[in-house]
């Protein structure tokens, strides 16, 4: 089964429809340009050697960028970790380091603390900026610029490896194995999960919080909880939490304006 969610389906059922919107920025980014974006993203990644099941993590806010990186890093097989712009310099280095992430890439917002980070991180870590020119970094954009916008010959999907706060002093990050499936491959039960929540193609998602934020309770977990219970009880209870962690995080517009 396939997703009408993924952006290469989108790409080509409404290339011209808005992807998201970053008001402050003044960004506004199609289906097509998130698509073509990711793709030269990815050919990027394997250009500086990043095979299937490696790893990178990236300090970026809310800008444009933020979701061509993560959409690659899934076209690529590559786990991928955005990291917490309120972390300090240590805690950065830890999860970077944790993650054995063989890319790290930086916002330009944040360059005076990436110079220092570029002190600290493994000496085999490569280094790429975004939005900008950081000293000791190379800009993503510009090695974008002559990739081609038609996907990578070895696309299969990746997975995200998100941190907790821990309960030890660390952060704590789980790497999950890669399935192996196509990348606009959607489990079967996502169908009722949308039908749950009347997720569709005009839904639009009004986002009140940083994109690297990630709540202790999360739907991924809830479906790797949903998919090994047999329990009919159990699986209405877990329903049920879906429903309560979507209506905390954000309520869906009536109309958009």
């Known amino acids: 089964m396939t997703s009408v969610f993924h952006p290469k389906n989108h790409a080509r059922a409404t290339p011209a429809?808005?992807?998201?919107?970053?008001?402050?920025?003044?960004?506004?980014?199609?289906?097509?340009?998130?698509?073509?974006?990711?793709?030269?993203?990815?050919?990027?990644?394997?250009?500086?050697g990043l095979g299937v099941d490696t790893g990178i993590a990236f300090l970026v806010e809310n800008r444009c960028?933020?979701?061509?990186?993560?959409?690659a890093a899934r076209r690529a097989g590559l786990h991928y970790?955005?990291?917490?712009t309120h972390l300090t310099e240590n805690e950065i280095v830890y999860i970077v380091t944790n993650c054995e992430a063989k890319v790290f890439i930086a916002s330009e917002n944040f360059r005076e603390l990436a110079i220092q980070l570029a002190r600290l991180l493994p000496a085999?870590?490569?280094?790429?900026?975004?939005g900008g020119h950081t000293d000791g970094?190379?800009?993503?954009?510009?090695?974008?610029?002559?990739?081609?916008?038609?996907?990578?010959?070895?696309?299969?999907?990746?997975?995200?490896?998100?941190y907790s706060s821990g309960t030890t002093g660390y952060p704590k990050g789980i790497r999950h194995a890669l399935t192996g499936k196509p990348v606009d491959f959607c489990p079967p039960r996502y169908a009722e999960f949308r039908a749950g929540y009347t997720f569709d193609a005009d839904t639009i998602y009004l986002p009140q919080a940083p994109t690297f934020l990630k709540p202790g309770l999360t739907f991924e977990a809830l479906d790797r909880l949903a998919s090994a219970v047999t329990d009919s009880d159990a699986a209405h209870r877990l329903n049920e939490a879906r429903k309560t962690l979507f209506l905390s995080i954000n309520r869906r517009p009536k109309h958009a304006t």
């Open 17 to 48: 429809k808005l992807a998201y919107v970053i008001p402050d920025d003044n960004v506004a980014m199609t289906y097509r340009e998130l698509d073509q974006k990711s793709n030269q993203f990815a050919h990027v990644f394997r250009d500086l």
């Open 65 to 71: 960028g933020f979701f061509e990186i993560c959409w």
């Open 124 to 130: 085999t870590t490569q280094l790429l900026s975004l």
């Open 137 to 162: 970094y190379l800009c993503l954009e510009d090695l974008a610029t002559t990739a081609p916008t038609d996907p990578i010959s070895d696309e299969t999907t990746g997975s995200a490896m998100l």
């Open 81 to 84: 970790t955005p990291i917490s």
